[in-house]
């Protein structure tokens, strides 16, 4: 459904959030080796996520990455998803087709629809805040 840099995205953002509840920085090796990801992949994503003003880069021999934790319950998952991967997952056609629309529907085009809208919503109303608690809480894990 996400795009694998989506995907490290998430994972990138929740492992962020969690250490930044614990007043600490994570350096790029460390998120990619937290969520099994390529550190040069998770550099670029990482660009990304501070571009879109999700988490902060601090420079320095203290540096790393964070997020201010006034901050952590108010970044949607929305927002990591769109700085990624724009937002065609809410328009995209469920098989892929060019044109699917409500003019020009593809046969699975209001089943579809009905899953987009359900996704969007959660997405929405999901905020870091809520998935970096679950992982702190052990109710919840980013790697295997």
Not at 47 to 58: A, E, F, H, P, Y
Not at 68 to 91: E, H, N, P
Request: charged residues 25%.
């Amino acid at each position: 459904m996400f795009s694998k840099a989506c995907e490290y995205g998430i994972k990138a953002a929740i492992f962020i959030a969690t250490k930044s509840y614990e007043d600490k920085r994570v350096s790029p090796k460390e998120i990619a080796e937290k969520i099994n990801s390529p550190q040069a992949f998770t550099a670029k994503i990482l660009q990304s996520l501070v571009r879109n003003d999700i988490v902060s880069s601090v420079k320095g021999a203290y540096g790393g990455f964070e997020i201010q934790k006034d901050r952590i319950s108010q970044v949607k998952l929305a927002q990591i998803v769109k700085s990624i991967d724009g937002d065609s997952i809410y328009m995209g056609c469920g098989l892929g087709l060019e044109k699917c629309d409500e003019n020009h529907p593809c046969p699975a085009h209001d089943k579809f629809k009905i899953v987009r809208d359900e996704l969007q919503n959660m997405l929405e109303n999901t905020t870091l805040e809520e998935l970096a608690l679950n992982i702190k809480s052990g109710s919840a894990f980013l790697k295997t």
